[in-house]
C-alpha cells in the first residue's frame, strides 16, 4: 500500500464500518426483536433454549443436552465476543480504534470542523493545532458544523435504537412523527450521549473509558507481534521539523519520540504525512511488529 494513499483507505474503512452499523439491524445481521423479545442473529432467532428444558423430562441426557446448548449458545458466544478486543490488540494493536471504529470517526469529524473553526483540534488545548481558516472563509464550516451538531447525535439515536426496536418501526415512526415512549427515549439518550461524547469528550473517551480501545492497548502493549508504528532512527537527520507528524495525530502522539506511545492507534496519518514532506525513502516512519521498536 502506498504511504499516501493511507488516508484516503482509512476513510473508506471507517465509511463501510459506518454503513455496517446502519444496515446491520435493518437486513438483520443483529438485532433484539421486541416483539417477540429474541436475539436476532443472522436473520435467525438465537435462542438458547432454555424454555425448551423446562418441558423435557428429568433424565441424565435430557440435562446434558440443556447444559450443552446453554454453554454453545450462551457462554461460548460470550467468550468468544469478549476474546475480540484482547486478540484484536495483540496482532494489530489499536489498528480498530484507528481505522474501523464508528466513534473515532465521528471525534475526527468534529475534530476536523474544530480546528477549521477555531484553529485547535480541541477546545481545551493551550496551544493552536493549526491554522484554521481565516476569518472570512469559516462560514460554511460553521453551517456543516451546526447541522453535524444537530443531524448526527440525533440520526446515531434512530441508528441505535434499531437495534432494540425493529428499524423499520423506528423510520416509520420518524418519518409520520409519531413516537411510542420507548423509540422517543431511545432516540433521546442516544443522541444525548452523542453530542456529550461528540463535543466534549472526544478522543479522552478512546484514552481513558473506552473498554475495548483499552484491552486492545492493555494487550498490544504486552505482545510482541503486534502492530506499531515504528521510528527509524536513522532517518531522523532528514527531518526538517515540519511538525506535520504532530498536526495529523488526533490522539496527540508525538511519533518523533523514540518510545511507544500507548495511545497511539495506528491510524498511519504520521507515514502520510511525513511521506509528503520528505517523500516514500526518506519518510521516517512505517508500520512494524512490536518486539522491532524502541
Ligand atoms: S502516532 Fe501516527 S499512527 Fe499513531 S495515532 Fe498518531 S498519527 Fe496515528
Ligand atoms: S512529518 Fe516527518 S519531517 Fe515533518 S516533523 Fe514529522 S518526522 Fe519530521
Known amino acids: 500500500m502506498p504511504n499516501t494513499h493511507i488516508h484516503f483507505l ?9 454503513l ?17 423479545r429474541s436475539l436476532i442473529v443472522f436473520g435467525k432467532e438465537w435462542s ?23 454453554f454453545v449458545k ?13 486478540i484484536l490488540g495483540a496482532l494489530t494493536g489499536r489498528f480498530f480504534c484507528g481505522w474501523f471504529c464508528p466513534e473515532g470517526t465521528l471525534f475526527e469529524l468534529f475534530d476536523f470542523l474544530t480546528v477549521r473553526i477555531f484553529g485547535r483540534r480541541n477546545l481545551f488545548m493551550k496551544k493552536s493545532n493549526d491554522p484554521g481558516v481565516p476569518a472570512g472563509k469559516r462560514a460554511p464550516y460553521i453551517i456543516f458544523a451546526l447541522l453535524c451538531m444537530i443531524s448526527i447525535p440525533l440520526f446515531t439515536g434512530v441508528v441505535l435504537t434499531g437495534y432494540f426496536v425493529n428499524p423499520r418501526t423506528v423510520w416509520g415512526q420518524v418519518i409520520n412523527w409519531e413516537f411510542t415512549f ?3 427515549a431511545g432516540i433521546i439518550g442516544v443522541a444525548i450521549y452523542t453530542f456529550i461524547s461528540t ?6 473517551l478512546c484514552k481513558y473509558i473506552c473498554g475495548a480501545g483499552l484491552m486492545q492497548m492493555l494487550f498490544g502493549w504486552v505482545s510482541p507481534i503486534s502492530l506499531r508504528i515504528k521510528t527509524d532512527p536513522a ?22 519520540l523514540l518510545r511507544k506511545d500507548i495511545n497511539c492507534v495506528n ?17 521516517i516512519f512505517s508500520f512494524a511488529k512490536s518486539k522491532s521498536c524502541t
Not at 239 to 253: G, H, L, Q, W
Request: hydrophobic share 45%; charged share 25%.
Open 48 to 70: 438458547i433454549g432454555l424454555e425448551e428444558g423446562f418441558y423435557l423430562k428429568k433424565s441424565f441426557e435430557n440435562i446434558s443436552y440443556v447444559a450443552w446448548r446453554f
Open 199 to 204: 463535543m466534549i469528550i472526544r478522543h479522552t
Open 235 to 256: 532517518k531522523l537527520a532528514a527531518c526538517t521539523d515540519c511538525k506535520a507528524c504532530e498536526k495529523v495525530c488526533f490522539m496527540n502522539v508525538k511519533p518523533r
Open 10 to 18: 482509512r476513510r473508506t474503512t471507517q465509511l463501510l464500518f459506518i
Open 74 to 86: 450462551a457462554l461460548l458466544p460470550w467468550i468468544v465476543i469478549l476474546s475480540i478486543f484482547p
Open 20 to 36: 455496517l452499523i446502519i444496515f446491520a439491524p435493518f437486513l438483520d445481521i443483529l438485532r433484539i426483536d421486541s416483539d417477540t
Open 267 to 283: 491510524c498511519g496519518e504520521c507515514i502520510e504525512a511525513c511521506t509528503k514532506e520528505l517523500g516514500a525513502k526518506k519518510c
Open 182 to 184: 420507548g423509540v422517543k
